[in-house]
Nanobody, 120 residues
């Protein structure tokens, strides 16, 4: 069974840090690009960060650039999101995503999400 299991969410004060982790199983992790998305109440799902399958390139939303860092360990089938200098507007459910394009086939897998709340 394909699984993406997120952990590390919780309640943190503004200016604090959290590290989210996602452990994948049931597919060939190393050939998938990995991303973190988030969705706040009443808003569309937003791409936060992505990393290429080999880890050679990354991309970040402007709102998190310089504060968040995405990384992956293909030997452990794991992707992480280090979040520093957290702001209340970072509050959302964060989802782990695996993506692969092999024309004409597109494959996406999603985790169940983990809640991040930034509040004093």
């Amino acid at each position: 069974q394909v699984q993406l299991v997120e952990s590390g969410g919780g309640l943190v004060q503004p200016g604090g840090s959290l590290r989210l982790s996602c452990v994948a199983s049931g597919f060939t992790f190393s050939i998938f690009a990995m991303s973190w998305y988030r969705q706040a109440p009443g808003k569309e799902r937003e791409l936060v960060a992505r990393i290429a399958s080999a880890g050679g390139s990354t991309n970040y939303a402007d709102s998190v650039k310089g504060r968040f860092t995405i990384s992956r360990d293909n030997a452990k089938n794991t992707v992480a999101l280090q979040m520093n200098s957290l702001k209340p507007e970072d509050t959302a459910v964060y989802y782990c995503n695996a993506h692969r394009d092999t024309f004409p086939l597109t494959t996406d897998y999603w985790g169940q999400g983990t809640q991040v709340t930034v509040s004093s």
